[in-house]
């Protein structure tokens, strides 16, 4: 049995070397020995426990941007960090759609705007203390947005939309340099348990921006700025026993925490631990070894491991879940052709969708997208505005637009892709094969991702001068709302000189109207339903060409416990909830 | 002998300071030259809010402002007697030696480096220890098996391990016996000072798969060098005195035959505490080698520049050791 076991581990081992795909056994019964069935997480918790104690362990094959719940942007230290930070709000721990709902946290209730949406009032729970004893204040609240937002020469790393939309924010320099009392004027703490947030414009996903982990409070004696991040201070459940720069950190009870106070968190684990810089087949190895408990990343397993997860036994211990971002090509709107509606409506029509989503690794890596909206979005619409058969394009339309766009013969252009991103390559190269066949010709560049925004893509005048008319992109939620996906790729106001993520350029005054307009709509269904207005409107504009919704392919180890997929945090499992039987 | 070391570290003192002044022109020199501002230099390091208060206080606090040669003095002033550097409510005093600061993870070079050093050298020590023994036994018993069954599978082995990469050897070991036949249940690196036994443990694949690459080396060397002795008139000699054949291979033919591997150890032991990439990767151990892979990843240049110098230091430490311990084993070099 051992020689057999050996056999299969140096075959794998070859294969993998080599480059092949080594598919597993084919003892499937869809089963995960007893672990819930495939994608079964995606809808329900599964292997749900009450069950107290044990050891959570996470690894990750990079490092974070940096634990500092006030000074990151990644998905998952947003997920993470609630286990030792409680921000003013956050999303609820459940399964499927229940997942996306904000719900309060640090907060008794959500946010009481006024009318106009522009002042927000959130009171403090009673009791709440750090893990020092000490009782945790609007004012550690107020002073957590003011480092985190405003003090760029020591916290980079974290989104500033607090500083975009608070009033005076663009004066305001930050708590280490304006040492005054008030701070910044436009968060007003009348008391110990009352904090108001007076804003420049309407803003009705506010509730989403409280579930940030910068309204997480930080007591303003135990700020270290930087440097903070190795002496965290909890709010939460949890609280740092140890932590390694750059190699991972260990996380027990805050015995200061109180159940009472807070409705969302069940904290069954006695100790959490994460790991940093793991070998990424090592990470794969692990789950399917059940040695530990999750991938933090939560973008899924390897390439090199999806055929044998898919396949093999363990098959029935994976979910592919929503990734909450859709790849898509934007069309330049101010670059010939693409000026012109009918040539963008000819790439529209004249994509095979399918091939290209083949191309990238198929249906675990995705499903043909329809809409610039991902399906896990608040405000998701499904529509088609330029349906084919089975995703494969129509050639007859598509000709048909390019003689309406004086171009019947088809024409030459560009297209960019990310050079260290396969999977874009891949599809570029598809792109490229696919639009052949209605004589458009397309020449791929190459650039690296690190300045793809800042240098290529996203600098108009290097667009306009190199004539790159289709544009490889992938976009995200920062917080799954339409707005919160919509603002930042469609509004005229995100085109910039340098760094721009429209890469569309596309200014329309309708489309921009209707997201302020909607932004400022206070009535939740209305709002939710515009967002899907919106990207009807996009799609009409034929600018964007929305191509593949991305997925996870996520493995649950046997020993992983209340494991549920968030969608309020791109797909990846609910590290709130999970717990484990180790 | 005294002076000999005396001049020798004096060299390899100034040898560092090239290397360093070297290393400074090529990351903060060679961008200026290329056309890049202080500005766009400091715009990677302000993060996705980039305006020009954060760029220009990013600009301040890097010192980018400055001509390159006050850069440079100010770099070295920082290893000597350390630097303050102000990310938060209060100045920070990074003390001496002050390798700089990371405004990429917003920590100081130093501590860092401490911390992987150990990991790196127990790597590189362990190995070569294995590499070592094994190499030189087997090359030994090649040369005086030459032609034999013996000597060629030890050959053919050597030639297995020199061609075989260590992502391949080191993954292997890893599916082997950590998850298939799981004599380990991890691989991590526990300090030497913690518990010698975990430590030994938990490092024997990671030695493994770079002792086998080495070794592998060091006996075709062995082999070669043996031969080459063996055959020499002093090894007639001594055997037509009678010696036995064991003082005769160890005392006469492998001392003399030692003197290259020894040269060729201290270069490779040097340059391996550095940059033992691969296996530090493939086992997940965050040593200097994987560190400086990420620094550079993420263009976080004070954490090269500080990678750097360690690794030379290493080059050169050995140099200067070896080059002493050739008085010991070699009665033919003699310094003066």
């Given amino acids: ?582 | 002998m005294a002076a000999y070391i005396i001049r020798r570290v004096f060299g390899a003192v100034l040898l560092l300071l090239v290397v360093s002044a070297v290393t400074f022109a090529i990351f903060f020199l060679v961008p200026r030259l290329g056309g890049q501002t202080a500005d766009q230099l400091a715009t990677q390091y302000v993060g996705k809010d980039a305006n020009p208060d954060s760029i220009a206080a990013v600009k301040q606090n890097l010192g980018l402002d400055q001509p390159i040669a006050v850069q440079y003095w100010d770099y070295i002033k920082g290893l000597v007697v350390g630097a303050d550097y102000k990310f938060g409510p209060e100045a920070t005093h990074c003390g001496a030696p002050c390798f700089g600061y990371s405004f990429k993870s917003h920590v100081e070079v130093w501590p860092q480096l401490t911390e992987r050093i150990p990991v790196s050298f127990s790597l590189a020590i362990g190995a070569a220890v294995i590499w070592v023994i094994s190499g030189v036994t087997i090359g030994v018993v090649s040369a005086l098996r030459k032609g034999r069954p013996v000597d060629r599978i030890a050959m053919f082995i050597a030639l297995a391990g020199v061609s075989l990469p260590i992502f391949f050897t080191g993954q292997l070991l890893n599916a082997l016996f950590v998850y298939e036949v799981p004599i380990w249940d991890s691989i991590e690196y526990v300090p030497f000072t913690q518990n010698p036994a975990d430590w030994a443990w938990h490092l024997i694949l990671p030695w493994v798969s770079l002792a086998f690459l080495f070794s592998a080396l060091y006996a075709r060397l062995t082999r070669a060098g043996m031969l080459e002795t063996m055959g020499e008139d002093y090894i007639r000699t001594a055997r037509a005195k009678g010696l036995k054949e064991t003082t005769v291979v160890t005392k006469h033919g492998l001392r003399a035959a030692l003197t290259p591997i020894v040269t060729i150890f201290g270069m490779d032991f040097g340059t391996l505490v550095g940059t033992a990439v691969l296996t530090e990767t493939v086992f997940s151990l965050q040593g200097i080698g994987a560190y400086a892979v990420q620094s550079i990843k993420d263009n976080d240049l004070p954490i090269v520049m500080g990678v750097t110098l360690v690794a030379a230091f290493f080059i050169v430490f050995c140099n200067l050791v070896v080059d002493l311990v050739y008085a010991a084993i070699d009665p033919r070099v003699r310094y003066s």
Avoid at chain 1, 250 to 268: F, G
Avoid at chain 1, 349 to 378: H, R
Avoid at chain 1, 544 to 557: G, I, Q, T
């Fill in chain 1, 1 to 582: 049995m051992k020689t057999r076991r050996v056999t299969a581990a140096i075959a794998s081992v070859l294969a993998l070397s080599l480059g092949a795909a080594a598919c597993g056994g084919g003892d499937d019964d869809g089963n995960g020995g007893g672990n819930g069935k495939k994608d079964a997480a995606l809808s329900s918790i599964v292997n749900a426990s009450t069950k107290k104690g044990g050891t959570v362990s996470y690894e990750h094959s990079d490092v974070p941007d940096s634990l500092d719940p006030g000074n990151t942007y990644y998905g998952w230290v947003q997920n993470f960090s609630r286990l030792y930070a409680r921000a003013l709000t956050s999303f609820k721990p459940a399964a499927g759609k229940e997942g996306l709902e904000v719900v309060p946290d640090l907060a008794e209730s959500l946010g009481k705007p006024s009318a106009d949406a522009k002042t927000w009032t959130y009171t403090l729970r009673k009791g709440l203390k750090y893990q020092d004893g000490t009782p945790i204040t609007s004012k550690d609240v107020k002073y957590a947005i003011e480092r985190s937002n405003f003090a760029p020469e020591a916290l980079s790393n974290g989104p500033t939309y607090f500083k975009a939309y608070l009033e005076g924010g663009d004066k305001y320099k930050g708590p280490y340099k304006d040492k005054s009392a008030d701070g910044i004027k436009s968060i007003e703490t009348p008391d110990d348990t009352t904090i108001v947030f007076k804003l420049k414009q309407p803003f009705a996903d506010f509730d989403y921006l409280a579930t940030f982990s910068q309204t997480a409070p930080v007591p303003q004696a135990k700020d270290t700025g930087a440097k903070y991040v190795q002496n965290i201070v909890s709010s939460g459940p949890y609280q740092f026993e140890s932590y390694e720069e750059g190699r991972g950190a260990t996380l027990v009870r805050n015995k200061n925490w109180d159940a009472k106070t807070d409705p969302i968190r069940k904290a069954l684990p006695d100790k959490v631990t994460i790991k940093f810089k793991v070998n990424p087949v090592t990470v794969d190895n692990d789950l399917l070894s059940d040695k530990i408990t999750a991938d933090a990343a939560g973008t899924g397993v390897q390439p090199q491991t999806q055929p044998k997860v898919l396949q093999g036994k363990n098959a029935g211990q994976t979910d592919i879940s929503y990734a909450g971002a859709t790849q898509y090509i934007a069309l330049n709107v101010n670059v010939a052709p693409f000026d012109n509606v009918h040539c963008r409506k000819a790439i529209q029509w004249g994509l095979d969708k399918q091939s290209v989503l083949d191309a990238m690794g198929g249906s675990p890596k995705g499903d043909v997208a329809t809409t610039l909206l991902p399906p896990s979005v608040n405000g998701y619409s499904k529509f088609d505005t330029y349906a084919t058969e089975g995703h494969k394009g129509n050639v007859a339309k598509a000709k048909d637009e390019l003689k309406q766009c004086g171009k019947p013969n088809g024409f030459n252009t560009i297209l960019t892709a990310r050079s260290d991103r396969p999977a874009e390559v891949a599809q570029a190269t598809a792109v490229q094969e696919s639009l052949k066949k209605i004589g458009v010709n397309i020449e791929i560049k190459q650039f690296p991702s690190g300045k793809y925004f800042t240098n290529f893509a996203g600098v108009p005048t290097y667009v306009h001068e190199h004539k790159l008319g289709m544009l490889s992109m992938a976009w995200g939620a920062d917080w799954p709302t339409g707005y919160g996906f919509l603002d930042q790729v469609v509004n005229g106001s995100a085109i910039k000189p340098s760094g721009g993520t429209n890469l569309m350029e596309l200014n329309d005054p309708k489309i921009n109207k209707a997201l302020t307009d909607a932004i400022a709509n206070t009535d939740d269904a209305a709002r939710t339903k515009a967002w899907g207005d919106i990207d009807k409107m996009v799609l009409d504009n034929a600018s964007v060409v929305p191509v593949v919704y991305r997925k996870n392919l996520l493995l649950r180890p046997k020993s992983a416990a209340n494991v549920t997929v968030t969608q309020a945090y791109l797909g990846m499992y609910d590290y709130v909830l999970m717990s484990s039987a180790k």
